[in-house]
Every structure is written in structure tokens, then in C-alpha cells.
């Protein structure tokens, strides 16, 4: 086979954004590259800013096999440097490599994991040092998610141990990345609040093992985040949701908790620093935090990306957490799909109505190559 099935999205200058599968001739390794036939790729909330972005999903059409959808006006402007672009989508994906390299011949023949974008692609050439290799009997669907979800679980967890804090508060916990948390706290022995909103998901988490967790839709949900910290201790959350009171919601509990722990509290409040990192963007909303400043003045937010942590580590850090997840993909780290599509399938309406929505349990994976 020559040529190359993808799937592109672009935002025209007509304020468009259309997605489509493109064609194109099948990529050639260099000498330090492999050609990996692409077997599986999950979609994941992130891969979502790429494929829609800031698109209108509720004026979607189909026209000449090509989705499109309207671009609000107000953010164009944001959008400049890929108008008029094709941007290969897909941040990870597993396959087969089928051609290598002068340096990278030792791959040859492997199951492979790669991060990268483009994923959503019959073929892809990825450097072989991009590669995560996985063990003999792996299958691409079972690692097909061995990179987005289990090394931000695992950078979380670096994160916490790097900035000296010791329990963790995680949002949309019962989500495929949280349930991968809640499996890592309890072989590390972390103390983990896992804050939910449904009593199905407080069910999921349970049967897990999960010792905290919090529903943010029972009346007395403050009461529980904050009895939960007061027993962890914990000083430091991440967030999926991105949106609304939830950050503001952390950060108060956590002080009011601290203000009955605390060795020192101030005028500005305990002196116990607390820190929310916001990962995703589950609620599209603004951020809201209190107007009373009811957690005090020791406290941050900040965005937290799976790449710029690997780029703080040391390799041979990244080499580890890489090997625990290839050494763990079928169990801490196996991930779950409700639906498997091919190029052509993910684009049909039906489809991407239900992933769009990035409801828990929905988990879609694309197989490239059917």
C-alpha cells in the first residue's frame, strides 16, 4: 500500500472547521525513524482541542464526506496560525513497525506505543527514541492508550512527591485516567480524594478500593471534601473540569481544613501552601473563585501538561514511569473502550455525537487500518 489515510481538521479563514480523512503518499523512515503500521488509537478529551476546538458542535453538517462546523467569530483570532491548515489528529496510538531505520533495525517487527499526533493515520514514521516498546504477548488494542493517561497519572503522583505535598485531590475521578490513579495510590499507598458527581461513579470507585470520595451533587459535599482532608492532609489537586466553582470549592476546603491542622495561621490564613493544576477542560466555563478569599493567601493555580513535565524530568526518570506502564498495561493500566471504529466510522455523525460529549463510560477507539 502507497498511500496514507488520515484524519485531517481545519479551520478555513471562512470561519469553517471542517474534518475530513486526506490522502497522501505513505511516509519513508530516516535513518533514526520507524514506520509503524497504526493498529489502534483511543480518543481522548485532549484529542478533542485538535479534531473540534472551539467549533459550534451544535451546527454540524455533513457535506461532500466532509464534516463542518461553525467557528464562533469571537475566537478566530486565536485560530490564525492553523487556518487553512490539514492538522493530522491524534495525540497516541499503537501499531506494528513494518519499516526502520539504518539505526533503529532492533524495532523491526515490534508492538509499539508511541505520543505524537497524526495517530488517527494508517501509517505513521515516528523517531525511534518516541517509541515505547512494549513486552512480547502485548497486543496494539491492549497499549493502545500507554501514553496521555498513565504518564499523567504517573507525573501527578511525581508532581506531588517533587513538590514536597503528600495526598492528592482528583476531579472527574471515576473518568478512565482516575480510575488509573485510584489503581497507582493504592499499590503506592498515597492518599487519594476522589471527587465524582454521580452515585454510579461513586459505585465504580468503590469497587475499586477507593477509600475517599466525594460527591459534588449531595448537598453536604463541602462537608465531605473537607472531612477528607482534614484526614489526608492533602495540599495538593488536580482538576479535569477546568471550569466553575470546583477549583475555588478545592482550594476553600483545603483551608479550612488546614486551619484546624496547621502548626501556624496567619492574618492571610494557614501557612500550609495549596495547590490546584487544572488538566483539563471538561466544563467550558470560567473559572469562579470566592469573593470572600476564604482559603487564604497561600495558594496557586496553575495548568498542568503531560509534556512539560516529561521535559522537566530527567530521561532516565521518563524511562522508568515508560517501563512501569509497559510492565502494567494490562492491568494498573489497561484501559476500556465502549466502541471500536474505523477512519471512516469515527467521522459519521452518530459517532462523534456521543465521544464530542466526553461522557464517562464512552471511550472510542480508532482502527486504522479496520
Not at 475530513?20 to 535513518?31: L, M, Q
Not at 459535599?221 to 466553575?244: H, M, P, S, V, Y
Request: glycine share 8%; with cysteine.
Amino acid at each position: 500500500m502507497s498511500t496514507n489515510k488520515q484524519i485531517t481538521s481545519t479551520i478555513t479563514d471562512k470561519g469553517k472547521l471542517e474534518i475530513a480523512i486526506t490522502e497522501s503518499s505513505r511516509p519513508v523512515p530516516k535513518d533514526d525513524e520507524v514506520l509503524i503500521e497504526v493498529k489502534a488509537s483511543p480518543i481522548n478529551p485532549s484529542d478533542l482541542g485538535a479534531l473540534i476546538g472551539p467549533a459550534d458542535v451544535n451546527t454540524i453538517k455533513i457535506e461532500n464526506s466532509k464534516i463542518s462546523m461553525d467557528v464562533p467569530e469571537s475566537v478566530m483570532w486565536a485560530m490564525k496560525p492553523r487556518l487553512n491548515i490539514p492538522m493530522p489528529v491524534g495525540n497516541e496510538g499503537s501499531g506494528v513497525v513494518i519499516e526502520a531505520g539504518a539505526n533503529a533495525q532492533d524495532l523491526l517487527g515490534k508492538v509499539v506505543s508511541t505520543f505524537g499526533g497524526g495517530m488517527y493515520s494508517q501509517f505513521r514514521c515516528m523517531p525511534a527514541t518516541s517509541c515505547m516498546v512494549m513486552e512480547d504477548g502485548t497486543e496494539p488494542r491492549e497499549c493502545a492508550s500507554s501514553f496521555v493517561n498513565p504518564l499523567t497519572v504517573l507525573a501527578m503522583v511525581e508532581t506531588m512527591k517533587m513538590e514536597g505535598h503528600s495526598a492528592l485531590v482528583h476531579t472527574a475521578a471515576a473518568s478512565n485516567l482516575g480510575q488509573m490513579l485510584v489503581k497507582v495510590c493504592l499499590d503506592d499507598e498515597i492518599p487519594l480524594i476522589n471527587i465524582v458527581r454521580k452515585q454510579e461513579q461513586v459505585d465504580i470507585l468503590k469497587n475499586l478500593g477507593a477509600e475517599y470520595i466525594c460527591n459534588s451533587s449531595d448537598d453536604d459535599f463541602k462537608d465531605q471534601l473537607t472531612n477528607a482532608i482534614l484526614e489526608t492532609k492533602a495540599t495538593l489537586g488536580f482538576d479535569a473540569t477546568g471550569g466553575g466553582e470546583l477549583t475555588g470549592q478545592i482550594l476553600t476546603c483545603m483551608e479550612i481544613a488546614a486551619r484546624k491542622y496547621a502548626k501556624e495561621v496567619t492574618a492571610y490564613g494557614s501557612t500550609n501552601h495549596k495547590q490546584v493544576y487544572i488538566y483539563g477542560a471538561l466544563n467550558q466555563s470560567r473559572i469562579t473563585l470566592p469573593n470572600n478569599r476564604a482559603f487564604g493567601m497561600y495558594w496557586s493555580i496553575g495548568g498542568f501538561l503531560l509534556p512539560a513535565f516529561l521535559g522537566k524530568i530527567k530521561p532516565e526518570k521518563v524511562m522508568e514511569l515508560q517501563a512501569r506502564v509497559a510492565n502494567e498495561i494490562k492491568t494498573t493500566f489497561a484501559s476500556h473502550y465502549t466502541k471500536e471504529v474505523s477512519l471512516e466510522e469515527a467521522l459519521q455523525l452518530e459517532s462523534l455525537m456521543v465521544y464530542a460529549k466526553q461522557a464517562t463510560g464512552e471511550k472510542f477507539l480508532i482502527k486504522p487500518n479496520g
